[in-house]
């Protein structure tokens, strides 16, 4: 294993008005290549904040983060967003997929900034689209489709450019038991199989149980760090 992401003295504090609301508070963290990782706190405790932190989506107030040894903070917007269409991928709890679009389409979309043409961006995107068990909803719109169909589509299309880095933020939120387990196996065995790193936001204790490496976020801090013996993690063999 490799060191993948590194934080250094990460901090985000957020102005209301006269108020500071401090979010990260000098978080330092290092995460290897191809773990499974579950950040694990309550609401407000600042665990999507870092999974923003980490994936470019908000810059820190101060820190660096450092992430196949670029620094995300030194970089501008452009520059950010070129870095996620080739590194990483993500899995939402309200799926974030294209009303308009069908399956396919939405599952082809990061493909198109990757200059990847049409033919070949639908073949890939169906056989991602079976491969998750959808190969019979290849047409149908997220309006067509369950909650854990429309999950199903988001999974495929966080995978379907191999990126280096999936993140998941509350991606079980939403859906009933059954599904949950039947969305985290599928996640986990595709990060498995792709040598992936996943990083999971979750406020769910049972959810963890998948990871690697359990880090506890608590009002901003790391409170511990648990690492997950293999033998114990349910999305390993």
Request: hydrophobic letters at 40%.
């Amino acid at each position: 294993m490799t060191e993948l992401i590194k934080l250094n003295n990460v901090r985000k504090v957020y102005r209301m008005g006269e108020e500071k609301i401090v979010a990260l508070n000098n978080i330092n963290l290092s995460i290897d290549n191809e773990k499974l990782v579950c950040l694990l706190g309550t609401s407000g405790s600042g665990k999507s904040t870092l999974l923003n932190m980490m994936a470019g989506l908000e810059k820190p107030t101060k820190g660096e983060i450092i992430i196949n040894k670029k620094h995300l903070e030194r970089m501008n917007e452009n520059q950010v967003t070129k870095f996620r269409q080739l590194y990483i991928g993500f899995v939402f709890q309200s799926y974030n997929l294209i009303p308009t679009l069908s399956a396919l389409e939405n599952v082809s979309l990061p493909l198109i900034f990757q200059g990847i043409p049409k033919s070949k961006r639908n073949k890939a995107a169906k056989k991602m689209l079976v491969e998750v068990g959808l190969g019979n909803r290849l047409h149908h719109r997220p309006s067509e489709m369950s909650g854990g169909q429309q999950q199903r589509v988001s999974i495929a299309r966080a995978f379907i450019g191999h990126p280096q880095i999936v993140f998941a933020d509350e991606p079980t939120g939403n859906l009933d038991t059954k599904t949950t387990i039947e969305v985290m196996d599928l996640m986990t065995s595709m990060a498995n199989e792709q040598k992936q790193t996943l990083i999971i936001v979750t406020h769910d204790a049972e959810i963890s149980n998948y990871a690697h490496q359990i880090i506890y976020i608590r009002d901003g801090n790391i409170e511990k760090i648990i690492e997950n013996s293999k033998n114990n993690i349910k999305g390993d063999a």
